[in-house]
C-alpha cells in the first residue's frame, strides 16, 4: 500500500499476505525514486496524456495522490487506474476492469509495469505508481515526492483556479509539520498494528497519541495545519484519519481513543471530508476489505466488521467559523468524473 520497497506494510507483496504482523515492521525507501518533471531533468517530461497514476483507493499513500490530483484538476492530463483493494501474492490486480486488464496499460496486474521496468525486481509492488503509457515501465513508485510534484512541476496542467498546495513560503513549516505527522502517526498506526511484541506495540501506540494530541493542540485556533487554506499537510494527515476509525482503533489496536471522541480533530476530519477533493476520493469500503481481509497474519478469519457508522462524516463540523479559505484564492474542484465516483453504497 505504501511506496516501500519492501514487503513490509499493506501495499507491498514481497512476502504472503499472512506474513503481516509476524516480522519487525520496517518502512523501506521508494526504490524507483525518478520524477516527472516540467523541464524532464529525470528523463520523464510532463506531457498531457503520457502517464498513468495507479491506486488504491484502501491505500493512504496512494489517496494522497488522488486528491491531490482532484484538487489541481489533473484528471484529464493524469488519468487513473484503480485496482482491486484485495491484492493477493502476485500484486495488485485490475479486477475490477473488464476481463481483468487496465483497459490502459493492458496488464492484468501492476508487478507487469515494474517488470517492465527492472525485471526480476526483488522489492514489494507498491502504490501510488506512475507508468508511462507508450512503454508501459514504471515510473516512480516515490509517494513522499510525488505529490510534491504535482503541485509544482505539473503547474501548466493545473485547473485554472487550481490551489497552491505547496506554496514556496510555507515550505519549511509544511515540511516541519508533515514529517512529525508521518513519523509518529502516517507510519506510527503501522508500527503499533504489526508490531511483534508488547513493548513495540506500546512505545508506538504512544506515539500515535501523543500526535494526535499535539495535533488536536494545533487545531483547536486554526483551521488548516499550516498557513490560512488547504496545504499537502492537510492531506497527509487527512488520510490517515479518515481510516483511523475503520481499521486504525480496531484492526491496528490503536484503542485508547477513536477519532470521534476528539472534538477537535473530528470537527477537522469532517470539515476536509466535506471539502471537495477529499471525501470523494475515498472509498470506505474497499479500506475496510483490504485491511481486514489481506492482513491475514493479524486478522487470520478475514472477517470484515460491520462499523462503524458513517454518516456522521456528513454532519456539521462549524470549522469555518475559525476563518481560513480552502483554496486560497483559487476555486473547489468541478464534479468528480463519472468513470471515478465512488460508489454509494462505499461512503455516507
Not at 283 to 293: N, W
Not at 315 to 324: M, N
Request: hydrophobic share 35%.
Amino acid at each position: 500500500m505504501s511506496g516501500d520497497g519492501e514487503a513490509t506494510t499493506d501495499g507491498s507483496t514481497a512476502q504472503s499476505n499472512e506474513a503481516y504482523g509476524r516480522k519487525a515492521f520496517k518502512r523501506s525507501r521508494s526504490h524507483f525514486a525518478d520524477r516527472i518533471t516540467a523541464d524532464g531533468a529525470y528523463g520523464w517530461p510532463v506531457e498531457p496524456g503520457r502517464y498513468r497514476l495507479v491506486i488504491s483507493r484502501a491505500c493512504p499513500w496512494a489517496s494522497r495522490a488522488a486528491i491531490s490530483r482532484r484538487l489541481l484538476g489533473l484528471e484529464d492530463a493524469l488519468s487513473l487506474a484503480v485496482t482491486d483493494p484485495l491484492q493477493d501474492d502476485r500484486s495488485w490486480r485490475f479486477t475490477l476492469d473488464p476481463d481483468g486488464r487496465d483497459p490502459v496499460l493492458g496488464i492484468r496486474y501492476l508487478h507487469e509495469a515494474y517488470d517492465a521496468r527492472e525485471k526480476e525486481y526483488p522489492g514489494g509492488v507498491s502504490v501510488p505508481a506512475i507508468v508511462d503509457v507508450p512503454s508501459g515501465r514504471l515510473v516512480t513508485n516515490d509517494y513522499q515526492q510525488l505529490t510534491l510534484d504535482l503541485a509544482t512541476e505539473w503547474s501548466a496542467l493545473h485547473r485554472p483556479g487550481a490551489p497552491d498546495l505547496y506554496p514556496e513560503a510555507l515550505r519549511e513549516e509544511i515540511d516541519e509539520v508533515a514529517d512529525g505527522v508521518y513519523r509518529d502517526l502516517n507510519n506510527g498506526v503501522y508500527r503499533a498494528g504489526f508490531a511483534t511484541g508488547q513493548q513495540e506495540y506500546e512505545e508506538a501506540c504512544g506515539d500515535v497519541f501523543r500526535r494526535l494530541a499535539l495535533l488536536s493542540e494545533r487545531l483547536s485556533t486554526r483551521r488548516y495545519l499550516v498557513g490560512e487554506s488547504i496545504t499537502e499537510a492537510d492531506i497527509r494527515l487527512f488520510t490517515t484519519l479518515v481510516r483511523f476509525d475503520a481499521v486504525y482503533h480496531g484492526h491496528f489496536k490503536c484503542n485508547r481513543h477513536k477519532l470521534t471522541e476528539d472534538p477537535v480533530l473530528w470537527a477537522y476530519a469532517r470539515d476536509l471530508y466535506q471539502t471537495p477533493g477529499f471525501g470523494d476520493t475515498v472509498d470506505f469500503d474497499h479500506v475496510k476489505r483490504h485491511y481486514y481481509q489481506v492482513h491475514t497474519g493479524i486478522n487470520p478469519t478475514g472477517i470484515v466488521p460491520v462499523g462503524p457508522d458513517l454518516h456522521g462524516w456528513l454532519t456539521p463540523h462549524r470549522r469555518e467559523e475559525l476563518g481560513g479559505r480552502p483554496f486560497g484564492d483559487g476555486t473547489p474542484p468541478g464534479p468528480v468524473p463519472a468513470a471515478e465516483v465512488v460508489p454509494a453504497g462505499h461512503r455516507p
